[in-house]
Each structure stands twice: as C-alpha cells, then as structure tokens.
C-alpha cells in the first residue's frame, strides 16, 4: 500500500481537515469576544500559536491512534467497522464546522459589514437614551484624537497645573485642525490617573488616536516627552523627548502638534497653530493655567483663585483673549455659587471682560454664545436662534457651549423636548462638565424624566465633578418637581448631618429649612411675605434666589417669581415644570410672556412650544 492511501486508510487528511476548520471557529470566536472583553491582542496571537503548534501533534497522534466506540486504541487493533464509524465522526465535524462556517461569513459580509462599534456624533440632533454609564465624547471619525492629561514627573506635585495645562493647550491647538477631531478635555481628562487599557480609553472616547506624554519641569527648563498611540491595538505611532528652555515653551508646542498632525497623515496649510485668543507671554500663560487648575476643582475657594490667576494674566498680557473670556465666563456664571458680598461686582466686571474677548477673539464659540445669550436677554428670540443654527452647522457639530447654549435658548421659548437632545449632545462631547450635567438634569426633570436625570446625576458624582452646588440643586430641584417634599426633607437631614458638607453649598442649613416649611405651608400669602422679606434683606446667594423660586411657583406669585429672575436667566425652563401649571394660566404670566417678546417669536415662527397654543389672531394661552 502506497504512503498516500496508508494516510487516508488512518484518517489523517479528515483529522487535519476538521483541526484546521475548528481552529479557524476558535479564532473567530476569540475575534468577537475579545473585542467584547477589550482582551489584549496576545491572547488571539497566543492562541493562534498554539493551534499552530498542535496541528502536527495531531497528524501524528492520528497516525497512531484511532477514536473508536470503546475507546482509543492502536490503528493495527482497529477492525474495519470501527475505522467507517470514526470516518463517518470526522465527515460530521468536518461538514458541521464548514456549515457553520459559511454562516459566519455570510453575517460578516451581509450584515455585520457596515457596524460601527464606536459612538458617533449625530449628523441630526437625537433624543435622549436612557443613560447606558458610558462616556461618548467624539465621532467615530476617520481621524479623531483623545489628548490624554501628561504625567507630572517633576519633583514638585505643585507643578501639576503645568503638566495638565500643557495637554490642555495642544489639545486646543489641534482641535484648529479642520480634518481633526479632539475629544474634549473634561472627556479625556476622566481617564487622569486611572490605569486604563488604551483600547478601552479609544473605544469609550470614540477615537482611533491617542495623544499621551508626561513633563519633567526643573527651574526655567523642562523636558517633554509625548507619545501618539493607536487606539485599537496600542501599537506607538510617533513618539519624541523634547529638552526646551522655558522660553520656548510656545515652539514646543507648535512642534509637538505638527508632529502629530504629520504622523496622522493630515493635510495642513501653511502657518503655526495659533489658537483664537492666544499669548506668547510665557508668564501670563502659566498665570492662565493655574487660573484653569482652579477652575476645574470647582470649590468656591478654587473659584476666587482662578478669578486671581485670571486677572493676573490679562496684567501681564492685555490682549489675552482666551485670558478674558474666561473671566466673563466666572463673572457671569460662577457667581451664583459664591457669597453675595464677594459677587457684587461681578456683573459690572463681567461687562468689561466681555468686552476685551469680544474685540480679542470675536469668533471663539465661548464669545459667539455669551453674544447670542445677550440677543435672548434682549428678547430677540428670532434674531437669536437664527445666529445660533448658522453657528450650529459651521462650528457648533462638536462643540458643546454652543450645543448648549442652543439648548438654553430652546428651554427659554417652551421646547423642553427639543432642548434635551442639543443639552444631551453637548454632554456626549463634554461629559464631565458639571454645568452640562446640570442643564440636562434639569430638563429632564422638567420633562418628567426623572430616572433618567437620576442616573446621570449619580454618575456626575461618582466622577467626582466639581460645582457640586449645582449637582445638588438639580437633584433637589427634580425632588421638588415630582412634589415629593417628604423626600426632599430626607435629603436635606441627610446633607447637613456630615459637618464637612455645611461649608460646601453656599446656602445654610437654616436657609433650607425655611424654604421647606415655606413649600409644605398651606398659608400662601404667609410663605410669599416670608420669601419677599428673606429677599429684601439683600444678602441671598444666585442659587439661593434659585431655591426661593421653588416657593414662587409652588404658591404661584408671578410677582415673587419676577423678582428672583434676571429675565428669567439662563434657568428659565424652570417655569415649564409641572409644578406651576397654574401658575402658567394667569394673566400675570402671560403679560411677561409678552414683554418678553416670547408670543411675538411664537406668532412670527409658527411655533408655539409645548405648553402654549394660540387662539384665533390676538390670544393665547399656556397650560
């Protein structure tokens, strides 16, 4: 008998015909799940090699050995009955794998061709989903970067605010790239000394590229090293030390992100990269990042030192416009969450921040909102939407102070449900933003949908986000929606019981109490000339004056109401709760509804909200 019929006599070419179609499902399987479990590409290398391995061991021990009914025995104890029932084993295993086989090319080619498992950014504004607990930051875009914070090296732990204001500004160098883009950094910044496996930072950012480094600062020297990593298989794309005088801090910076432009294969044109609002003053520069580092840890301590560094270096550097817009930003917004005596200049100094950013850097989307918001202050509600949907569609796809900004102006006019998807998209670009986070909370609320602002209110402070004022204020406001005040009481024992927690929220325990007794009073004119007198003694915080307005709507006083909202502010979808229906249907209501030029919009756009409806020509009315 030749050599070629004693392999098929002892089924050789059948067990490595079923080996290798078994080896090939155990890879794809591997494939798939270790793309579920974010496993490292060794363990399907792993695999492969063994399987490798075990193909000649298996010829071999084939030649030797037979499976049979009873057992494993020699291929000479093997009588013919024995070998067809073994063929007939190794027929089915063969055709079976083969069958399923096809069926896994065909889902692969048919239907699982175009998935996309990364997240994206919607080309059309979505609604809310329930809130899955996992951060989306970024388009699954052909080029789409994650700036991770670098690493603080120097032996000083003081000079963090430089290692992360660092990643901060080549971040926002290479967000200028048009064909680029950049995670934003609260989103990023989330994975700041975590041990994250890249693949699973790259898919939860939605980015392909990952930008880390870390900075080793002696004296007027540092030393930079950066890293550009691809995300799907971690495999080091770029990387560089950079040993620079300080002096030269700019150029690295420049070099740093044409170097990884260059590595991601972008067309550039020519020029440096120069942020709108920049400086080149290395000392008002290092002033801004502190101001910054500040900022981001959100206690009210924190909030006046970033108001100091801020100030300092528009000293330094007149025309820092980044500089000024955000102390526009402190002035404007912050204050609510600082004590009154210490905000009472803001709105004046406010004005003259703005004013310089607005000449520095008129095209910042920071300065393009805080513009936009002056229009719906004004009532130019049409004027206003229509700037904000041209800034939309050229800018604002990624970026979320307009997207949430937009989200304001549609909470203001009465579109609560088309607010949350722009305040949801702006959270999915920034999900660490706390004013976001607040924003999205409150119009869920405001649209019923309180489980949802619960989730994601819970995750906000699991991530430890700063500003936990507004955190607070959202959950308790929410309480209050769903006329819950027993729940609301529990939750205030509960706060004021931990010591540590009295110097955290600007409004007292005392303060909280009385506004308790005020929403549970049956005695209505007796809580409203409690809330005027508690007003009129001038020393009430912007979020007390928040809180007061819990008692306006539940007694329905549009006078009181009117007192405690600067043109119904950035909160004015607070009057679109459940709470004040009624409050809705008096003519008090709808008097400054029309001085505030909103029943004009209405008329003119056709579109009336969710909580209004025209009657014949001249009147309307809200439910």
């Known amino acids: 008998?030749?050599?070629?019929?004693?392999?098929?006599?002892?089924?050789?070419?059948?067990?490595?015909?079923?080996?290798?179609?078994?080896?090939?499902?155990?890879?794809?399987?591997?494939?798939?799940?270790?793309?579920?479990?974010?496993?490292?590409?060794?363990?399907?290398?792993?695999?492969?090699?063994?399987?490798?391995?075990?193909?000649?061991?298996?010829?071999?021990?084939?030649?030797?050995?037979?499976?049979?009914?009873?057992?494993?025995?020699?291929?000479?104890?093997?009588?013919?009955?024995?070998?067809?029932?073994?063929?007939?084993?190794?027929?089915?295993?063969?055709?079976?794998?083969?069958?399923?086989?096809?069926?896994?090319?065909?889902?692969?080619?048919?239907?699982?061709?175009?998935?996309?498992?990364?997240?994206?950014?919607?080309?059309?504004?979505?609604?809310?989903?329930?809130?899955?607990?996992?951060?989306?930051?970024?388009?699954?875009?052909?080029?789409?970067?994650?700036?991770?914070?670098?690493?603080?090296?120097?032996?000083?732990?003081?000079?963090?605010?430089?290692?992360?204001?660092?990643?901060?500004?080549?971040?926002?160098?290479?967000?200028?790239?048009?064909?680029?883009?950049?995670?934003?950094r609260t989103s990023s910044f989330y994975y700041k000394g975590r041990n994250e496996d890249m693949r699973t930072i790259g898919r939860q950012l939605g980015v392909n590229f990952i930008l880390e480094g870390s900075v080793r600062k002696a004296g007027d020297t540092v030393r930079i090293t950066t890293q550009l990593i691809q995300a799907d298989d971690?495999?080091?794309?770029?990387?560089?030390?950079?040993?620079?005088?300080?002096?030269?801090?700019?150029?690295?910076?420049?070099?740093?992100?044409?170097?990884?432009?260059?590595?991601?294969?972008?067309?550039?044109?020519?020029?440096?990269?120069?942020?709108?609002?920049?400086?080149?003053?290395?000392?008002?520069?290092?002033?801004?990042?502190?101001?910054?580092?500040?900022?981001?840890?959100?206690?009210p301590d924190s909030l006046l030192s970033a108001i100091e560094h801020w100030n300092r270096a528009v000293a330094l550097d007149p025309d820092f416009g980044g500089a000024w817009i955000w102390l526009v930003a402190m002035y404007r917004n912050m204050g609510d969450f600082l004590d009154p005596d210490l905000s009472a200049d803001f709105p004046r100094l406010g004005n003259e921040a703005f004013a310089n950013a607005t000449r520095l850097a008129p095209d910042m989307p920071r300065v393009i909102d805080?513009?936009?918001?002056?229009?719906?202050?004004?009532?130019?509600?049409?004027?206003?939407?229509?700037?904000?949907?041209?800034?939309?569609?050229?800018?604002?796809?990624?970026?979320?102070?307009?997207?949430?900004?937009?989200?304001?102006?549609?909470?203001?006019?009465?579109?609560?449900?088309?607010?949350?998807?722009?305040?949801?998209?702006?959270?999915?670009?920034?999900?660490?933003?706390?004013?976001?986070?607040?924003?999205?909370?409150?119009?869920?609320?405001?649209?019923?949908?309180?489980?949802?602002?619960?989730?994601?209110?819970?995750?906000?402070?699991?991530?430890?986000?700063?500003?936990?004022?507004?955190?607070l204020l959202a959950d308790w406001t929410n309480v209050?929606?769903?006329?819950?005040?027993?729940?609301?009481?529990?939750?205030?024992?509960?706060?004021?019981?931990?010591?540590e927690n009295h110097d955290r929220f600007v409004v007292s325990e005392e303060f909280m109490r009385t506004i308790l007794e005020l929403l549970e009073s049956n005695d209505r004119d007796h809580a409203v000339n409690e809330a005027r007198r508690l007003l009129a003694d001038g020393t009430m915080s912007g979020i007390g004056m928040a809180i007061m307005r819990w008692v306006a709507l539940q007694h329905q006083d549009m006078p009181l109401y009117q007192m405690l909202s600067d043109n119904f502010g950035n909160l004015g979808g607070y009057r679109w709760s459940r709470l004040p229906g009624a409050f809705r249907q008096t003519e008090a209501f709808k008097d400054a509804m029309r001085e505030q030029g909103l029943v004009d919009y209405c008329r003119s756009t056709g579109n009336w909200g969710e909580f209004c409806r025209p009657l014949g020509n001249d009147d309307f009315e809200y439910f």
């Open 370 to 471: 805080q513009n936009l918001q002056a229009l719906m202050r004004e009532g130019r509600w049409q004027e206003a939407e229509a700037a904000f949907l041209e800034h939309l569609d050229r800018i604002g796809s990624s970026n979320e102070v307009l997207n949430r900004g937009y989200g304001s102006f549609l909470a203001n006019v009465g579109r609560i449900k088309d607010a949350i998807p722009y305040y949801l998209r702006a959270y999915r670009l920034n999900p660490l933003d706390p004013l976001t986070l607040f924003n999205l909370t409150m119009m869920l609320g405001v649209d019923g949908r309180f489980d949802e602002a619960e989730a994601y209110m819970q995750e906000g402070v699991a991530n430890g986000q700063g500003l936990e004022s507004a955190i």
């Open 1 to 184: 008998m030749s050599f070629f019929n004693e392999l098929k006599r002892r089924n050789v070419f059948r067990v490595g015909a079923a080996y290798l179609v078994v080896g090939w499902l155990v890879l794809q399987i591997v494939d798939v799940v270790g793309d579920m479990l974010a496993l490292p590409d060794t363990v399907g290398r792993t695999i492969l090699m063994l399987l490798a391995i075990g193909f000649p061991i298996a010829l071999i021990v084939s030649w030797i050995y037979e499976v049979t009914p009873e057992g494993i025995t020699t291929q000479e104890a093997v009588d013919a009955g024995m070998k067809t029932s073994s063929e007939k084993k190794l027929n089915a295993v063969i055709i079976g794998g083969l069958a399923l086989a096809l069926v896994l090319v065909v889902l692969d080619a048919y239907v699982l061709e175009d998935r996309d498992e990364s997240p994206r950014v919607e080309t059309a504004v979505e609604d809310s989903q329930p809130f899955q607990g996992e951060i989306i930051a970024t388009a699954n875009m052909e080029k789409t970067l994650a700036v991770l914070p670098f690493a603080n090296l120097s032996s000083d732990p003081e000079q963090e605010y430089f290692s992360d204001g660092l990643a901060e500004e080549l971040l926002n160098q290479l967000a200028q790239v048009q064909d680029l883009r950049v995670a934003a």
């Open 480 to 499: 209050i929606y769903q006329g819950d005040l027993v729940r609301l009481r529990e939750k205030i024992d509960t706060y004021y019981a931990d010591p």
């Open 234 to 299: 971690g495999f080091h794309l770029w990387s560089d030390t950079y040993d620079r005088s300080l002096d030269n801090i700019f150029a690295i910076q420049d070099e740093i992100a044409t170097e990884v432009t260059r590595a991601l294969s972008i067309s550039l044109g020519a020029g440096e990269f120069e942020v709108p609002g920049g400086t080149r003053n290395v000392v008002a520069w290092d002033e801004f990042l502190q101001g910054r580092y500040a900022f981001n840890e959100g206690s």
